[in-house]
């Protein structure tokens, strides 16, 4: 019984608290009643692309709409080869076609939350990996109409996370508040990626953990994620993302 208090006590403090912190920050911001209300322009977040300008990749995320914004965020992908004049942008939502290609602006508003860059990787990095991320982006096996699931996944989230799991070079992996993320593919509970630096264990996204040269050290609990980022120092805190030290 004493274990199972502790246990209780650990996973309010660790992750409950945070959340319950998180929400109430949110519910005190002013934010749009419903998205068509919502600013979905460019940000400016990513510089113009030009003819003259380099290959790049870049992994975006901002929070989601609604009091869902307290605790998760959506993340995509945007790419660009060399010499090319405009971006390819890449989401999996919930409506229409799931996987949208150049739906929204590269660098939009989501729900008028300014989004920021998760990685960026740019030059002959960049163009030797796009057709790799484009051939993973081709290999999600949840894309059809319907595929959807907003908790606990598969959703954007997830879908960017297999991209990153399939393509390790990208070097990174989705904030902590990207709920969804730990969604294996496949009905999968455990996945080390290709390259052997990550290993990922979960149970259909809602309890796992994940250790490697990437994640660090993470504990996952409903989504929420807890741990310790090795690679750029840093504590993952529920709800609110990575905070470095």
């Given at each position: ?16 608290l ?22 979905w322009t ?47 942008r ?16 590269p ?21 030797a ?6 051939a ?11 595929d ?20 390790p ?6 904030p ?6 730990d ?18 264990a979960?149970l ?42």
């Amino acid at each position: 019984m004493r274990f199972f208090k502790r246990l209780f006590l650990a996973i309010a403090v660790i992750y409950l608290l945070p959340a319950i912190a998180a929400a109430g920050w949110w519910a005190l911001k002013e934010r749009p009643q419903s998205w068509r209300e919502a600013k979905w322009t460019s940000a400016g977040v990513l510089p113009k692309p030009d003819a003259d300008s380099e290959a790049a990749i870049y992994i975006l995320s901002a929070s989601t709409g609604g009091m869902k914004g307290a605790v998760a965020s959506h993340s995509w992908i945007v790419t660009k080869g060399a010499g090319d004049t405009a971006y390819n942008r890449y989401d999996k939502v919930g409506w229409g076609s799931p996987i949208r290609r150049n739906n929204y602006q590269p660098d939009a508003y989501w729900y008028s939350n300014t989004p920021h860059i998760v990685r960026a990787l740019k030059g002959p990095e960049a163009q030797a990996l796009i057709p790799r991320v484009e051939a993973a982006i081709q290999s999600y096996p949840y894309a059809a109409t319907g595929d959807y699931r907003i908790y606990p996944g598969p959703n954007s989230n997830s879908f960017v996370a297999h991209v990153l799991r399939t393509v390790p070079e990208l070097g990174t992996v989705l904030p902590p508040d990207a709920v969804g993320r730990d969604f294996l593919t496949d009905g999968r509970f455990f996945e080390i990626d290709p390259d052997g630096r990550d290993m990922h264990a979960t149970l259909y996204g809602l309890i796992g953990f994940a250790a490697g040269a990437r994640s660090g050290f993470e504990v996952h609990f409903m989504g929420l994620v807890a741990g310790i980022d090795i690679a750029n120092p840093g504590v993952k805190i529920p709800a609110f993302g990575r905070v470095g030290i």
